[in-house]
């Protein structure tokens, strides 16, 4: 269903003018907060206080941090929000800037639940619309109340994994795969902020934590399998993507089976979901780290792509030409003669299309050094396919730009091969006059 507000707002404007607004930027809790009142004490410092009492005042401090704070209610606990900020940043300094901290155990157990009570919660339902009906300059990201405590809770997390005290003996207690499942329902948050932080967390963990590995890789794919299939909403599939993007990178050669699977099951019917724009950076980019593995899984993706491919949406086929570019770039002509066929066949589409960035962004490919020397190689093939087109879009289309490059794309083609140049060129002359 469209919404009204700026359709209602256009009709009722002025005809010489298209009115301007822009609301204020929506913030919510993502808490139900209980009505009872709280007290915090402000705690001595730590340079207030013996070295050897140290220990058991950041336990204490880490312990006073674990009370939530009403921040719906902008005027209520102004001064228990205000110690607690300031405790966390106090625990986040003493680990940041003291060795020793964490060489014990004590600590961890106490660190990763002050983590689960300010960050794990149920995340409510979505403000913004999604789809195609998500516009990012129209639909301001819903942002987090509790920010200003949320904020330092994950800089304390992340100091704590980076530590060069952190053990990964004493850890593996305590950041377990309820804690890993917990941590990827957060992704789902409106407010990019924290899935930022989200993203930095999940890759460090995954980077220390072997024994958890496969378990992550898992139960991300179980997200993208529920977005693909059954919700097509989910706001954090481009910070998922980019992790994955250094995973993939990590990938051993030969790639395993299951690797090739993630490929073929879950990142080429990515491409077919409505809010493709949110996350197609990211996703190109996993593909085409793929390939950059495995050069022989190009063909699987380019015919995946045209698949998919959009069918009345100028903007998403743009999308689909740059990552069609990217994925050629690093395509050997053995992979490239497996698809090149249908790759012409589509190119051609786009060259006749009637929207001019569609058009402009097909003939684009003729200005790649690279796609020219493939093409070159397989003339013979390539020619009678694309000729037509091209000779045809020379003749009628209204813009100059396009002529130019088209124009451009004809000069390359018949200083590669000038005979078949003149043989297409007489076939085409011969068809149009039976």
Known sequence: MPRAGPINRLKNAPRDQIPVSKSPRRQKSSRFYAKEKIQLERTPGFHEIPPHLRGDLFLQKIRQCMVICDFSDPSSELNEKEIKRQTLQEILEYVGNNLGVLTSEAPYPEIVKLFAINLFRTIPPQVNPTGDAYDPEEDEPVLELAWPHLQIVYEFFLRFLESPDFNINFAKRYIDQKFILQLLELFDSEDPRERDFLKTTL?????????????????????????IYETERHNGIAELLEILGSIINGFALPLKEEHKQFLRRVLIPLHKVKSLAVYHPQLAYCVVQFLEKSNSLAQEVVNGLLRYWPKVNSPKEVMFLNELEEVIDVTENSDFQQFMVPLFTKLGQCVSSIHFQVAERALYFWNNEYFVNLMAENMNVLMPIIFPTLYKTSKTHWNKTILGLVYNALKLCMDISPELFDECANQYKQQRQM
């Open 203 to 227: 890759h460090r963990i995954y980077g220390k934590f072997l024994n958890l590995r496969a378990f992550i890789r898992r139960s991300i794919n179980n997200i993208f399998f529920q977005f």
